[in-house]
């Protein structure tokens, strides 16, 4: 037995067979038939059809990116240390003046003999950006595509929540001339994970990322 619905006389909307035969189309396929015109038959494996590759190309948010961004990582931390590393901060848009909000979102490093730090950000913003509005959906997810990333020296956390004066955040740009052309093994991005129940690691600063009046000791 078939479910058919006619929308006029030239075209219709139908479900393939309960009963299989050797002419039915597979179970569980939706197809649109474009009788009129000889239009051709458009078949979609519905409900159940494979979303799209997200965008970004080789820093598209996919777990095989983050994971081989995060190897990347690992391999020259090894070699460079905290000096070829930056902890990486995002804006709240919805705080300002001298209570602005900033969340931590990861670290990247760099050979820094061969990759700049604003091109090793630029390199890998599309991830950075798409993990930072997944892990603050609330406070950020409205703001893709806007949002203002901030850069301290790597491995500062405890000052900065400390609220240590001589830990500033220095704004970095989205893009970066030539960052395209940087290879990825050069470059390497190990992403926050949340796991204090949601909370994640927020701290407090002026707009012009340094330490407000009010929190220095």
């Given at each position: 037995m078939c479910c058919a619905f006619l929308s006029n006389a030239n075209s219709a909307l139908a479900f393939s067979p309960s009963v299989p035969s050797k002419t039915a189309a597979p179970r569980n396929h939706l197809h649109i038939l474009g009788v009129a015109n000889g239009a051709a038959e458009i078949d979609y494996a519905s409900p159940m059809r494979q979303r799209p590759r997200p965008e970004g190309g080789d820093?598209?948010?996919t777990q095989e990116n983050i994971l081989r961004q995060l190897r990347y990582y690992n391999d020259i931390r090894k070699v460079g240390g905290r000096d070829c590393v930056q902890d990486l901060y995002?804006?709240?848009p919805n705080s300002s003046g001298d209570n602005t909000r900033y969340w931590f979102a990861g670290k990247v490093a760099r050979c820094t003999g061969t990759v700049s730090p604003e091109r090793a950000i630029a390199r890998q913003f599309n991830l950075l950006e798409e993990h930072a509005t997944r892990i603050r959906p609330v406070e950020l997810g409205r703001y893709f595509g806007s949002l203002e990333f901030y850069a301290a020296p790597g491995d500062t956390e405890m000052l900065t929540s400390q609220n240590d004066p001589g830990i500033r955040l220095e704004k970095v740009r989205r893009s970066a001339e030539g960052a395209e052309e940087v290879a990825l093994l050069e470059v390497g991005l190990?992403?926050?994970?949340?796991?204090?129940?949601?909370?994640?690691?927020c701290i407090v600063r002026t707009e012009d990322g340094?330490?407000?009046?009010?929190?220095?000791?």
């Open positions: 820093v598209a948010y995002v804006r709240d190990n992403l926050e994970i949340v796991t204090n129940q949601g909370l994640g690691f340094v330490v407000p009046p009010h929190l220095i000791a």
